[in-house]
């Protein structure tokens, strides 16, 4: 059938809006009914939390011994490596021996003198005495017996002085030879063979050398008053407490050890208390100055909720986190977070063990929108899998 000219030119724009319909229409559904985003959620976990206070501090010797000159004289001879480990009684330095070995005959030479005095003067009074017992005789006057009573008396002080001179020269001899006074590591020679030292009374004596206890250390820190409170309140007594520690280099709390001194007063100026703990240190690991850091439990255990950390999200000052509500719905829920444990954070309020949230695709979420929820998949569980009761770290 063929269409007049005149019908087909007006029939023309009709076809070409019908045209423009059928094509815009399906795009303009696609662009309104976007599918929901898929997010990954997941319900808080009950662990087992205690939060721990941390403090810097540095180790300290348990002993901490210079060892000075007793006496004077010529350095002799040393008997140790610079830095060795010494034990109580090891043999250290050695003075020249032979002037207080002199001095130690000469002083026994007139010890013996004096006894021998003593012997003739006691002898030389008993014989006064019976003379003067004897009434008949008159061979000695009361004059004379006292007199050898006298010199009997002075002969004996005489020998008490020697025995004390020979004691100090003996002890004297004893000084020349310098031994180890605790065991532990001793630090480098302060003198070389040859010099002269000086020791004794009234001077100042000469520093040969430092020994510092190893095993067992202390670890000296401060802490203020109102964690004092805190720590007397939860336990009572803060001597005995376990404590953890770790060095600069170290990830985790390896090394236990306990509270073994509070000092008795609290520094008035900067409002802290001193306390000190004790480690082992079998290896050898702890050198006296070195820095590290420990940490005190300030709560008892308690059940806590927690959830991973990504799963935080921040405005300002204010923490939240996306919760699923009726209908898919996400919502908003401001939290109070506690310390982190692991790769999971405490929240101590603002959220409820059956509360479902947002783990994965913060991102893609926002408060109002609809979401298609899928469920976290458990963790296989590893030697890096946080076990329940761990120690948690404080919240920043």
């Known amino acids: 059938m063929l269409v007049p000219p005149r019908l087909s030119a007006a029939l023309l724009p009709f076809a070409a809006a019908l045209l423009l319909a059928a094509c815009g229409q399906p795009q303009q ?43 004077s004289g010529y350095l002799d001879k040393i008997s140790f490596t610079d830095g060795q480990m010494v034990k109580e009684g090891d043999l250290l330095f050695t003075l020249d021996q032979r002037p207080y070995k002199i001095a130690l005959d000469l002083a026994q030479a007139n010890l013996a003198q004096a006894k021998a005095n003593l012997d003739f003067a006691t002898t030389d009074l008993e014989r006064a ?82 020994i ?3 095993d ?11 964690s004092l409170l805190r720590y007397q309140r939860m336990a009572g007594d803060v001597a005995g407490a376990p404590v953890d520690l770790k060095l600069i280099d170290d990830t985790g709390w390896p090394y236990k050890g306990k509270m073994d001194f509070l000092n008795n ?31 005190i439990a300030s709560t008892p255990p308690y059940q806590a909720l927690t959830v991973p950390d990504t799963a935080i999200g921040s405005q ?11 209908e898919n719905v996400i919502q908003v829920r401001p939290v109070v977070l506690g310390p982190l444990e692991g790769d999971r954070r405490v929240v101590k309020s603002g959220l409820g063990p059956d509360d479902v949230l947002v783990v994965n695709g913060l991102m893609r979420v926002r408060p109002g929108v609809k979401v298609t929820p899928q469920e976290e998949k458990p963790p296989q569980a590893g030697p890096a899998e946080a076990k329940a009761g761990s120690p948690a770290t404080p919240a920043k």
């Open 29 to 71: 559904q696609q662009q309104a009914a976007p599918p929901p985003p898929t997010v990954t959620v997941a319900k808080p976990q009950t662990r087992t939390i205690t939060e721990y206070d941390e403090y810097v501090g540095r180790f300290v010797a348990i002993n901490h011994v210079m060892v000075n000159a007793r006496v």
């Open 265 to 295: 007063v609290v520094d008035r100026e900067t409002g802290t208390i001193r306390g000190r703990a004790i480690f082992d240190n079998k290896t050898d690991l702890f050198r006296p100055g070195v820095f590290g850091r420990i940490r």
């Open 216 to 226: 067992p250390i202390y670890f000296e820190f401060t802490f203020d008053e109102g």
């Open 316 to 326: 300002q000052l204010q923490k939240f986190v996306y919760v699923l509500g009726p």
């Open 212 to 214: 510092v206890s190893m």
């Open 129 to 210: 005495r019976s003379l003067l017992e004897d009434r008949n005789s008159t061979a000695i006057s009361k004059q004379t017996f006292d007199q050898r009573t006298q010199s009997q008396r002075t002969a004996a002080a005489t020998v008490q002085a020697q025995e004390a001179t020979v004691a100090q020269a003996r002890l004297d001899l004893q000084f020349t030879e310098l031994k180890a006074p605790v065991g532990g590591r001793i630090g480098d020679r302060r003198v070389s063979v040859g010099n002269y030292v000086i020791g004794g009374a009234g001077a100042t004596p000469t520093l040969l050398a430092v």
